[in-house]
């Protein structure tokens, strides 16, 4: 028991990337087991279908790899490119869509540990509640 709290304990130094402020960016167990906030980012990314233009992977389509963007944009310019979009190109702005103003930080948590490598593509899990969307 006391080995495998220290093993979970590991995890979540090793995978948790942390800004200023002590709480992490978002927390991963598996690869795809993640806390709440950054489980709401996936959803909003499934309910606005970003993967229409930017792969279901993250990984490009018609619009850039965000696994490669997340690593040189702000949280700032993340934000600012969500909401705001790119005019004059095919990134519409999201600031009418309220699920996205509701989990713009969820959103970036969950792109930033894609993009670390650190959550892997597809389904995800909730870590408090095991097998609850594994099917
Ligand atoms: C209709 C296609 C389309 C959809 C849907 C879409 N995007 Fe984009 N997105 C693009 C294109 C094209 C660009 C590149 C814009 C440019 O040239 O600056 C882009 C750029 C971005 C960038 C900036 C990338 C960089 O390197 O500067 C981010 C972040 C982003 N999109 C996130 C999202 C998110 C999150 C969603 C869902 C809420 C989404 N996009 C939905 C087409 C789309």
Redesign the pocket.
Same mark, same amino acid.
């Given at each position: 028991m006391k080995s495998k709290n220290f093993f979970f304990a590991g995890l979540l130094l090793a995978s948790s990337m942390t800004i200023a402020d002590d709480s992490p960016l978002y927390t991963v167990v598996d690869g795809d087991k993640v806390d709440a906030k950054t489980f709401a980012g996936w959803k909003t990314?499934r309910a &606005? =279908? $970003?993967e !229409? $233009?930017?792969g279901a992977k993250q990984e490009g389509l +018609?619009?850039?790899s965000?696994i490669d963007?997340m690593k040189?944009?702000s949280k700032d310019e993340?934000k600012k490119?969500?909401l705001e979009g !790119?005019p004059g190109? =095919? &990134?519409?702005p999201?600031n009418e869509a309220k699920t +996205?103003v509701d989990n713009i930080d969820n /959103?970036y948590a969950f /792109?930033k540990g894609r993009s670390d490598g650190a959550i892997q593509p597809g389904r995800l899990q909730l870590i408090q509640d095991p097998g609850a969307e594994s099917k």
């Open positions: 990314w &606005m =279908a $970003c !229409r $233009c930017h +018609v619009g850039p965000l963007s040189k944009l993340f490119t969500v !790119r190109t =095919a &990134m519409a999201f +996205v /959103l /792109l």
